[in-house]
């Protein structure tokens, strides 16, 4: 069987996955550039007749857009660039610093990986509250600055590093934030993109912590700002679908960008 086709025979099971998985994009991108009318016919419409490309303009005119994509980014980027820095000096410490408790503080750390966010939701809200940062970007960046994910990721990827490395670098005069630099981070490129995708994907998405704390529509979130083509009683799916397919589209840039990325920091790790 194997020899009469062209590729593995793990792909006729792995094809219909994908294709049960691509679904709900296809059906939103079809969505997206429907009228109103045929949103709501049933049965549902799965090639429109006529193509509504300017249920995009729409979606970006009838709600600040631009400005929740600004807001976005700056929390997103935020996010990813302080998680880079601080988890590399968490893990780094982690890894090769010995210090009084640092294991006992270790299964502290992971021990709040299982605790779900609904159960430190008001804690944080009202740490938040008494910050002052309601109703800004700085309530939203703030409990994102660092994550114990982040943290236990690198932690992991620098105990596979040689300690060799450090040693010489460390005999040659080098401090130790001067191998973390140097020497331990060009090294750790794939675990940095691992987290700056993860980071990435896990602050875009969230909906229900700007939710919590964001009130006025300036400083709302693109995913909080969809839910204004949501009413009580009238839903225009036609264009929620058109931001929708707005909205994701950075995430699938970012993604495939940086996996591509991340192959290559795999391929040149060892020649480093």
């Known amino acids: 069987m194997r020899a009469r086709l062209p590729f593995s025979p793990r792909h006729l099971a792995l094809v219909p996955i994908s294709a049960v998985m691509v679904l ?24 429109p007749t006529a193509f509504h490309w300017s249920n995009y303009r729409e979606a970006w005119n009838e709600a600040p857009f631009g400005r929740f994509f600004l807001n976005s980014v700056i929390v997103t980027g935020t996010a990813v660039l302080s998680n880079l820095i601080l988890c590399s000096l968490a893990g ?20 709040t990986l299982m605790v779900p966010f609904q159960v430190i939701m008001i804690p944080t809200f009202l740490i938040v509250q008494h910050l002052g940062l309601v109703d800004s970007l700085g309530g939203l960046i703030a409990p994102n600055l660092v994550t114990p994910f982040g943290i236990f990721l690198l932690r992991q990827f620098f105990r596979t590093l040689p300690v060799d490395l450090e040693e010489a670098a460390r005999i040659d005069g080098s401090t130790r934030l001067g191998v973390l630099l140097r020497v331990v981070l060009p090294l750790s490129l794939p675990a940095l993109a691992t987290l700056g995708i993860v980071t990435f994907l896990w602050t875009w998405n969230d909906f229900l912590w700007p939710l919590i704390v964001i009130t006025s529509t300036d400083q709302s979130t693109v995913q909080l700002g969809l839910a204004s083509f949501q009413g009580a009683h009238v839903t225009k799916w036609n264009l ?14 970012v993604f495939i960008g940086a996996q591509r990325w991340f192959v290559r920091s795999l391929a040149t790790t060892g020649i480093r």
């Open 24 to 47: 709900p994009l296809v059906w939103m991108l079809v969505t997206s550039v429907e009228s109103l009318d045929q949103t709501r016919h049933f049965p549902p419409t799965l090639i």
């Open 240 to 253: 929620l679908m058109a931001g929708n397919v707005m909205a994701l589209a950075p995430m699938l840039v």
């Open 92 to 111: 780094y410490a982690f890894a090769r610093l010995r210090f009084l408790g640092r294991e006992l503080l270790f299964v502290a750390l992971l021990a």
